[in-house]
């Protein structure tokens, strides 16, 4: 199996070409990505915890689904696939904002991304992939900003960033 492919951009979010995802993630090169977020009625937001094996940041909390647009397909394919094949479910999503973030990791590689955040509206229980998901919970927006001040190390590195600028947008 081919290994999956990221469009690399510049600042301005025009393709620049493509590389392979491991290749620009050691390498640190910017790139195309997407983060949603899923809320119910209550006001909560879904996160997932990642699943034990993924390569980086395994165990760690984060937000509903993320990853790579793949060449031809918009942001919001992009944003729904995912959420299918990670969450098990189907919902509309909308582009919030997008920005450019870099976050290095402990195992050499970097995240460099200029990330889309889209958010979508859920009330059902997910049926979570466990090859991407170890577990899941709702959460209020307020008090995921109070846990991620008191144990940073429960959250993924860009999860940290975009919560921010996310939980900024909503209120």
């Given amino acids: 199996m081919e290994e999956e492919r990221v469009i690399l951009v ?3 979010d025009e393709d620049v070409g493509t590389m392979p995802k491991m290749e620009a993630h050691e390498k640190g090169v910017l790139h195309r990505a997407f983060s949603v977020f899923i809320m119910n009625g209550k006001g909560e937001a879904m996160l997932q915890q990642r699943a034990a094996a993924k390569y980086h940041s395994p165990l760690l909390w984060t937000n509903t689904c993320c990853s790579h647009q793949r060449i031809g397909e918009s942001n919001l394919q992009a ?5 299918l094949e990670e969450m098990g479910f189907e919902t509309e999503l909308e582009e919030l904002f997008s920005f450019i973030y870099k ?18 509206d859920y009330e059902g229980e997910p049926k979570v992939n466990p090859d991407e998901v170890a577990d899941w919970k709702w959460m209020k927006p307020v008090d995921i900003k109070e846990d991620i001040s008191k144990s940073p190390e429960k959250y993924t590195a860009w999860f940290k960033i975009i919560f921010q ?3 900024d947008h909503i209120n």
Avoid: C, I
């Fill in 10 to 12: 510049n600042k301005s």
């Fill in 79 to 83: 944003g729904k696939r995912r959420l």
């Fill in 103 to 120: 976050a290095p990791f402990d195992n050499g590689l970097t995240e460099h991304e200029l990330d889309h955040v889209m958010m979508g």
């Fill in 165 to 167: 600028r996310f939980y």
